[in-house]
């Protein structure tokens, strides 16, 4: 957090684990905005609530300022706390924000599509088997993973059109152990010794 260049009015999201009010404050300072949950022992005193409908997961929407010693001492300003329930997953989730004006059903979003984006590096990391980098700048890295997701598209699509049974790794093991193999892929795909390639166990 400490290296980020923080741009005004943009929105800054992360989890509970990188809860720390005097570098939320920096980014307030920043003119920009954080959302983040707040831990279980948030010490917070409700100045006043604004009316929620229920129905669409919020719980509660109130403002008010920070309680504790530090935590005061660190961000003295007004702070935004929102109660949202999430049917998907059914969890209850507590946001803190400094933006005072979006929808509270919107800032609930804003940490839905955060923790998408984990949710899609954690697929990088199971699906793309990208074991190491050949090179270490920004170009080369994202470079190689392009190339690792458009293989991975290419294969998922010739699963769909082959509409065969192997899973995608098994596709790409195959593929990969036929290189230099002339016969198309429809009959690779339907050799029987292709059955003996199995999803690694992880």
Same mark, same amino acid.
């Given at each position: 957090? %400490?290296?980020?260049?923080?741009?005004?009015?943009?929105?800054?999201?992360? $989890?509970?684990?990188?809860? %720390?009010?005097?570098?939320?404050?920096?980014?307030?300072?920043s003119?920009?905005?954080?959302?983040?949950?707040?831990?279980?022992?948030?010490?917070?005193?409700? !100045?006043?609530?604004?009316?929620? $409908?229920?129905?669409?997961?919020?719980?509660?929407? #109130?403002?008010?300022?920070?309680?504790?010693?530090?935590?005061?001492? %660190?961000?003295?300003?007004?702070?935004?706390?929102?109660?949202?329930? $999430?049917?998907?997953?059914?969890?209850?989730? =507590?946001f803190?924000?400094?933006n005072?004006n979006?929808?509270?059903?919107?800032?609930?979003?804003?940490?839905?599509?955060?923790?998408?984006?984990?949710?899609?590096?954690?697929? =990088?990391? #199971?699906?793309?088997?990208?074991?190491?980098?050949?090179?270490?700048?920004?170009?080369?890295?994202?470079?190689? &993973?392009?190339?690792?997701? =458009?293989?991975?598209?290419? =294969?998922?699509?010739?699963?769909?059109?082959?509409?065969?049974?192997?899973?995608?790794?098994? &596709?790409? !093991?195959?593929?990969?152990?036929?290189?230099? %193999?002339?016969?198309?892929?429809? !009959?690779?795909?339907?050799?029987?010794?292709d !059955? $003996?390639?199995?999803?690694?166990?992880?």
């Amino acid at each position: 957090m %400490d290296q980020i260049v923080y741009e005004p009015g943009s929105f800054y999201v992360f $989890d509970k684990a990188y809860l %720390d009010f005097e570098r939320l404050f920096t980014i307030h300072e920043s003119k920009s905005f954080f959302v983040i949950r707040a831990k279980t022992n948030l010490q917070f005193k409700r !100045q006043y609530s604004a009316t929620v $409908d229920k129905r669409t997961g919020v719980q509660c929407d #109130q403002t008010g300022e920070l309680k504790g010693f530090y935590s005061a001492k %660190d961000y003295p300003e007004k702070i935004r706390r929102i109660k949202f329930h $999430d049917e998907e997953q059914n969890r209850t989730f =507590i946001f803190l924000t400094n933006n005072l004006n979006l929808a509270p059903e919107e800032i609930a979003s804003l940490y839905k599509h955060r923790w998408k984006v984990e949710l899609f590096f954690k697929w =990088i990391k #199971q699906h793309l088997k990208i074991k190491s980098f050949w090179g270490t700048t920004e170009n080369a890295v994202k470079t190689q &993973v392009y190339i690792a997701v =458009i293989t991975y598209t290419i =294969i998922a699509i010739i699963r769909q059109r082959l509409k065969t049974e192997h899973s995608t790794y098994e &596709v790409l !093991q195959i593929l990969g152990s036929s290189l230099l %193999d002339k016969t198309p892929i429809n !009959q690779l795909l339907k050799k029987p010794s292709d !059955q $003996d390639v199995k999803e690694p166990i992880n």
